[in-house]
Each structure stands twice: as C-alpha cells, then as structure tokens.
C-alpha cells in the first residue's frame, strides 16, 4: 500500500442515529449504527478521494472494533497505526435528530465518557515510520479530554514536528466528552498554537476567540497558515495564505449532517495535496480548493451516515461542473 500522505488521529466509533427525527431520546424507539469518529471520516473521505490516508486510533478487542478497522481496512485506510484493547470497549454514540436533520449528541449508552478504547491510545505504541512518510497529521480535540489519548496527541505533535508534517486541527468541540467542559479552553487553545490550519464550526469560533472572522483568529496567532470556519447552510469563510473570502453553501437537499465538517476537511486537504500549500498564496486557487470542499462536504449531507455518505471524485466533480452550468 502506498504510504500514507495524510494521518488522522483520534476516534472511530459508532454513531447510533435515531431512526424516528424530532423525538426526545427517551421516545425513540429504535436506533441504526453508522460508523463515525471525525478523525476516521476524514481518512475514509481522503482514501475515497484519491488521497491515501492513514488513521491513528484505539479500538476495543470486541465485535465493533473488528467491524470499524474491517471498513477502514476496505475503505483503502492505512491501519498501521490501529491499537486494540483488551478490556475498554468501543465507543457508541446516541444521536438525535431534529426534523432538518441535524443531530444532537444523547449520550454513551449508559457508560462515563472515559470508559472507552479510545481514550487509552498509547503514545509509545504510535508508528514513527508514518510520520516520517507523511505531509499531513489531522486532529481532532476529543482525546485531549482523557489523560492517555492526550499524551499520545503530545507525542504526535513531537512526531510531526520532527518531520516537518503540517498539521491541521478540527476542534470538533462535543461538551459531553469532558468531565468539565470548561477546562477544555486551556488544552485546546495550547494545541492550536502549535497547528498550522484550524477549522471550526461558528459556534466553536464564538466559545474560543468570540469572533466568525477567520481573518481576525489568523492575525491573532501568527503560528497558522490558515483558517476555516464553516456555518452549515451560511457557508464558510476563510483566510489562507492571508487569502480571505467566503464561499456560500451549495443547494443540496439535506437528509443528515453527520460527517460533512469532516468531509469537508478532507476534501480541502486532497486539493492542497493535489496542488500545494503554495497554491493557497494564489486568491483565486484559494477559493477554488474551499469551492471543491464545499462541494464534498455538502454533497455528504444528502445520504444517512458519515463514511456512507461520502462523495467520489467524479460525483464531486459532476457537482461542480451542474453548479458551474447554473
């Protein structure tokens, strides 16, 4: 297999969505499993795309974690980097949706947010040889929230340093993974001075730097070379390169949102690896390359699920040539 150009660390787990939209938990009557983790979207995503990828994670030695590395596995993702563990199980996440579609976090099953595989990622058991093949290292924030799994990001972030990998953070923020949501400011922030592209959701960009300016959040912290910040049906604005501008959302019939800020992340780091970080210096490539992650993440909107639901080239493609027609 082709050694990994992008590595994703961090959680793959099971996304219990409710079948019944518009119903409080406790009235849903039955539920359908759909492999997530933003982290493990984001290299299912990339693979599919054309852009080989690699994913960074624990798993539990139970029935879900042979499914995820199994789809992971034939989704073409380098799994050199897979831990498994004895006792800790696999992560399942309860989602509601809403009648648009967007989903609301429900819990863990009845099981403390800490009681999981992917908070036990080894840092001394990560693959040095796949940082050292890499150009990129995508994190999330989630594992920041356990003791192990944040030493293992520490030492990820040595890795990539030594290697000169570019990495890239989705802050991803989900309150439910901490004990105290409110101690998760100060390792969040920590970690984004030492990244060099951040994607936030508006929400995540008002509750870190109290502004939806990318331009603004960039200028505050020389260290990144570019931010993102995506607003579901407003769109996204970012500033790349110092390259700063708005791409509007595309009209697509939206069925579930899951996964389409990770989609969306990976369609914009296949373009900079098709074309270059120093194609984000050009305004009008710069748009381009959030134009075609616009369109990857939006088309993974209009399919249940996160990794099901991800677009091909030639769909995206197809996508942006109908757009282009009008």
């Not at 570019?226 to 407003?234: A, P, Q, Y």
């Not at 595309?250 to 914009?268: K, M, R, Y």
Request: glycine fraction near 10%; include cysteine.
């Amino acid at each position: 297999m082709t050694q990994p150009r992008v590595l994703c660390l961090g959680e793959v787990l099971l996304d219990y969505l409710a079948d019944q939209p518009g119903k409080p938990m406790e009235q849903v009557m039955s539920w359908t499993a759909y492999p997530g983790g933003a982290p493990a979207n984001v290299a299912c995503a990339l693979a599919k795309l054309g852009t080989p990828s690699g994913f960074v994670g624990c798993v539990g030695s139970d029935e879900s974690g042979d499914a995820l590395v199994k789809l992971l596995l034939a989704s073409g993702v380098d799994g050199t980097g897979i831990q498994r563990h004895d006792t800790a199980p696999t992560r399942g996440v309860y989602v509601v949706r809403d009648e648009a579609g967007d989903r609301h976090f429900a819990g863990f099953g009845g099981l403390p947010s800490d009681a999981f595989a992917d908070t036990r990622l080894q840092a001394e058991a990560l693959p040095e040889d796949l940082f050292a093949n890499a150009d990129f290292l995508v994190l999330g924030t989630l594992e920041l929230a356990y003791p192990e799994s944040a030493g293992a990001i520490a030492r990820a972030l040595e890795l990539a340093e030594q290697y000169f990998v570019k990495i890239l953070v989705d802050v991803n923020w989900r309150p439910v993974f901490w004990a105290d949501p409110e101690a998760a400011r100060q390792p969040i922030h920590a970690l984004i001075k030492r990244v060099d592209f951040l994607k936030l959701s508006a929400e995540e960009a008002d509750w870190l730097f109290e502004t939806r300016d990318p331009a603004i959040i960039a200028h505050r912290l020389d260290n990144l070379e570019g931010v993102l910040i995506t607003d579901g049906d407003k769109g996204c604005a970012y500033c790349l390169s110092g390259n700063d501008g708005r791409v509007p959302a595309f009209p697509v019939e939206v069925e579930d949102t899951t996964g389409a800020g990770d989609a969306f992340v990976a369609g914009f780091l296949h373009q900079i690896c098709q074309q270059g970080i120093a194609a984000l210096a050009n305004p009008e490539l710069a748009r381009q390359i959030v134009t075609y992650a616009s369109a990857v993440g939006g088309l993974t909107t209009t399919r249940p699920g996160a990794i099901a639901a991800q677009p091909s080239p030639a769909e995206v493609g197809a996508f942006l040539y109908m757009q282009q027609q009008g």
